[in-house]
């Protein structure tokens, strides 16, 4: 990207995105807010054809303010950290985790529950960026997946059963799109997939 003939770095076009992303969460929060919270009835709803619309809408709602103040923190550093490796390799990462996330929780998550938040977002993007360095053999985001574990890592507690109202499934299929990402959008996917699957990847 230009701006009258200068380019623009790659890590400021990735803390503009991430920026605005946060910025238009805690917009819809404002939104939902003075609506009552009648935007939430648009989460994740497994199984239900209405749930379907929450596999688009959900990382993008939030049950109140201190729900998104918990999420906004960890998905600016690590959303950053996403996309400064290469922002169209970011996004692509963004969307698989995006959409495997949501497919997850409504293929298997409990009926009659409703999935909201940028949670499984967030540990979508912690389990994309400690994976990216391996799948990429490039020691400098080998590092910076291991700096971000060692931060981070604890929170992976989250993608097993505990707290009440708390979308487990989520954090678990959004790690698992992260790490699915890291090899899809990865230089060497081919080279990998052959690695772990039968036959010609």
């Known amino acids: 990207m230009e701006i009258r003939g200068r380019e623009i770095p790659v890590w400021v076009q990735a803390a503009a995105v991430i920026g605005v992303f946060t910025a238009v969460l805690w917009l819809v929060e404002g939104i939902d807010a003075a609506m ?16 379907l619309l929450g ?33 169209l390799r970011g996004l692509a990462a963004t969307a698989v985790i995006w959409v495997i996330g ?16 940028a949670s499984g977002l967030v540990f979508g993007f912690l389990v994309y960026v400690v994976v990216r360095g391996i799948v990429n053999r490039k020691l400098w985001e080998i590092v910076l997946g291991a700096v971000v574990l060692f931060i981070y890592g604890g929170v992976l507690w989250g993608v097993l059963p505990g707290q009440p109202g708390v979308s487990w499934q989520g954090h678990l299929f959004g790690a698992i799109g992260g790490a699915i990402a890291a090899v899809v959008v990865s230089h060497r996917r081919g080279e990998v997939l052959r690695s772990v699957l039968p036959g010609d990847a």
Not at 68 to 76: D, F, Q
Not at 77 to 83: M, S
């Open 55 to 87: 596999i688009l809408f959900a990382p993008l709602l939030h049950g109140g303010w201190d729900h998104l103040s918990a999420n906004s923190g960890p998905l600016l550093v690590l959303g950053f950290l996403a996309l400064a490796a290469g922002l």
């Open 36 to 51: 009552g919270h009648e935007l939430d009835q648009y989460g994740v709803q497994p199984r239900s054809d209405e749930g």
């Open 102 to 117: 949501g497919v997850g929780v409504w293929l298997l998550a409990g009926s009659n529950t409703n999935h909201i938040g």
